[in-house]
């Protein structure tokens, strides 16, 4: 007994956020009957499924200690260029606003691996160029699908399997590959690596910059995939695609168990940590509570799991 | 000979200030490119009372925060102060009077020192508490208001016109931005906190109290964003928002890095952060008033961000980034 109370105590991130999704189920089962039949259940798996790919992308950049505030751009205009050019493309457009995504993870990887911006002002301001793009695009308009071609696009989404829509697959197959990526493959492990101590990774051979840029690579890859199965599964949109998107997102890398400083959880913990941000965004929104009660809510669990999950006893200085 | 004595004293001090400031070139590049493009409506009265009014929202803004940059963290929750602080004010009006304009200061004090002592104590990256708090705030002002912005009038003697085609702000934003300047350049807080912005470690071994310093800088910019607050918010209409836009927090930084304070800190400051404001607000007002789609616009402002990110921070070789 004592045994296990010491390892809950030393784990705490990782049985934590355990704890939290069985409460956050209970809490609104009892308060909401409904929260657990099954339209309730397609509402849960509908919107963490978006939400658990960005997740994964941003969650491997968190991993090396830096930090992609470009993520809800790309997404929108990854979601927004396959509005646009659908009917001109047929599903060629996937693989398009893939390669664009990626061009935009590249250019964030240079400009924090080499010019040395700090990761949070780079991706900002490329989130702001980004933004500027999508305005040109698209302006105030909103975009509907429609079509043949767009009927075929939206089925890669919204086609029900065993009774849940193949989006919520889509996610949990990318979730599956990145945990895969992270713990069996060398790409993964030099990440962890390069989260823990960036200086000693590089003095053991590794090409440090290079692996930071292909980590944001690949957050811009995850991140586009979002966006084209946001916009499939939704079937149109317009620049306000995700306005409320990035504060969440992040609450939910951290609230997993992903430190902020780096090096420690990883695209597996995200999914607790995406079950229980939309989980109980679900389950406010069915009690209909007003937007802004949420708001307060995710900025609290923001802090709090921030404090959490830092391992105060690797860092001496922090910013 | 007398005009080549003080020529040879002169040109030296110019190429030497020009130098350390080169954003002064690029704002006199700026001046003249907009006067050529449209020099019909460029150079008019008001389109300088209107770079004005755009300068004074951006370094009232800015200056708090300038002085957590020095010391190497950021601090995003002017936007925060503004609208909470703005629904309060409504809030406190039937009740305080002409008085409950000092919730600003108060809250800007009160928030500074709360992320202070969390950072200090809790070890949090700066940016990610005061972004997590921004949105606490938002939230708490849009509950507080019901959703819509509450417009308080009584103030509208604060910016009265004193002086034609001068706006009122621009005076009262003068002794702010030399007060800020004077703690950070000729006061003891200022060097402890250079100091720490450019080695920690050291400024600790030196004797120098960092997490009190820190937690006073963070104060600091607080209370100076709650200052700045006070003649912003009749300045930007009378009412704050209570949606938050990422627009409204990304101009302020801007004119911060703009400026060159390095965001890894130890260097720059207020001075800079003004002249970073003007340079801001003549580039967006010149491409406000070229003829150009408002989407067009966005993106050169966009891209005119990231290049000053990029200049910015050059030369920060074997720098820890985060």
């Excluded at chain 1, 084209?228 to 504060?247: C, D, H, R, T």
């Excluded at chain 2, 601090?75 to 919730?103: A, E, F, Q």
């Excluded at chain 2, 417009?151 to 003068?174: D, G, K, M, N």
């Excluded at chain 2, 963070?218 to 209409?237: A, P, R």
């Amino acid at each position: 007994m004592k045994q296990v109370a010491g390892h809950i105590r030393i784990n705490v991130t990782t049985v934590g956020p355990m704890v939290a999704v069985i409460a956050i189920i209970a809490g609104f089962q009892a308060i909401n009957p409904r929260f657990l039949s099954y339209h309730g259940i397609v509402a849960l798996v509908n919107n963490m499924s978006i939400y658990l790919i960005a997740a994964c992308g941003l969650t491997f950049v968190i991993m090396t200690g830096s930090f992609d505030f470009s993520v809800v751009s790309i997404l929108r205009l990854a979601a927004l260029l396959c509005a646009l050019n659908i009917d001109k493309l047929g599903l060629l457009v996937i693989p398009l606003v893939l390669l664009i995504s990626v061009g935009f993870g590249f250019i964030n990887g240079l400009l924090v691996a080499k010019l040395n911006v700090p990761s949070f002002m780079a991706t900002l301001g490329v989130s702001f160029a980004i933004d500027g793009v999508g305005l040109y695009l698209v302006g105030r308009r909103l975009f509907i699908m429609g079509g043949e071609r767009a009927e075929t696009f939206m089925a890669l989404a919204t086609t029900r399997i065993a009774g849940l829509p193949s989006v919520f697959y889509w996610a949990m197959g990318i979730w599956i590959i990145s945990t895969f990526i992270a713990m069996c493959t060398p790409f993964g492990r030099r990440t962890y690596a390069l989260g823990g101590n960036p200086i000693g990774t590089g003095l053991s051979g590794i090409n440090v910059e290079r692996h930071r840029i292909y980590v944001f690579m690949l957050s811009g890859f995850l991140t586009g995939l979002a966006g084209a199965l946001f916009m499939a599964w939704q079937g149109g949109g317009s620049m306000e695609i995700g306005k409320n998107m990035p504060v969440p997102l992040f609450a939910s890398v951290v609230a997993g168990g992903t430190a902020l400083t780096g090096g420690v959880g990883g695209p597996h913990r995200t999914l607790l940590g995406v079950m229980i941000i939309t989980w109980s965004e679900v389950g406010m929104r069915m009690l209909a509570l007003p937007d802004y009660i949420i708001m307060v809510f995710f900025g609290l669990i923001a802090i709090g799991m921030s404090i959490a999950t830092i391992d105060r006893r690797r860092i001496k200085i922090i910013k | 000979m007398k005009i080549l004595g003080r020529n040879k004293l002169i040109t030296p001090v110019i190429i030497q200030t020009l130098k350390t400031n080169p954003l002064i070139i690029a704002l006199i590049a700026f001046v003249v490119m907009f006067s050529v493009l449209t020099p019909t409506r460029f150079l008019t009265p008001l389109n300088f009372s209107s770079i004005l009014r755009l300068f004074v929202t951006y370094t009232l803004f800015a200056l708090g925060p300038t002085i957590v940059v020095v010391i190497g963290s950021l601090d995003l929750s002017y936007v925060g102060i503004w609208m909470l602080g703005g629904v309060l004010l409504w809030l406190l009006m039937p009740i305080l009077g002409m008085l409950s304009i000092l919730v600003y200061p108060l809250l800007g004090l009160a928030t500074g020192l709360l992320i202070g002592v969390i950072q200090v104590k809790a070890k949090i990256p700066s940016f990610i508490l005061t972004l997590s708090l921004l949105v606490t705030f938002a939230g708490l002002a849009a509950w507080l208001a019901g959703g819509v912005p509450r417009p308080v009038r009584e103030y509208a003697f604060i910016t009265a016109p004193l002086i034609p085609r001068l706006p009122t702000a621009f005076l009262w934003s003068i002794p702010i931005i030399i007060a800020a300047v004077f703690i950070m350049k000729r006061t003891r807080i200022g060097t402890y906190l250079y100091a720490i912005g450019s080695n920690e470690e050291g400024a600790g071994l030196a004797g120098i109290n960092v997490d009190k310093y820190k937690i006073l800088a963070f104060t600091l910019s607080g209370l100076f964003t709650g200052i700045g607050l006070i003649i912003l918010f009749q300045h930007l209409g009378g009412s704050a928002p209570v949606e938050l836009k990422l627009g409204n927090l990304v101009w302020p930084l801007a004119a911060i890095v703009l400026g060159g304070t390095p965001l890894v800190g130890g260097s720059g400051g207020p001075h800079r952060t003004a002249l970073g404001a003007l340079t801001l607000a003549v580039a967006t007002q010149g491409l406000y008033l070229m003829i150009l789609l408002p989407e067009v616009v966005a993106l050169l402002l966009g891209l005119l961000l990231v290049a000053a990110i990029v200049v910015g921070t050059r030369g920060l070789k074997g720098v820890t980034i985060t």
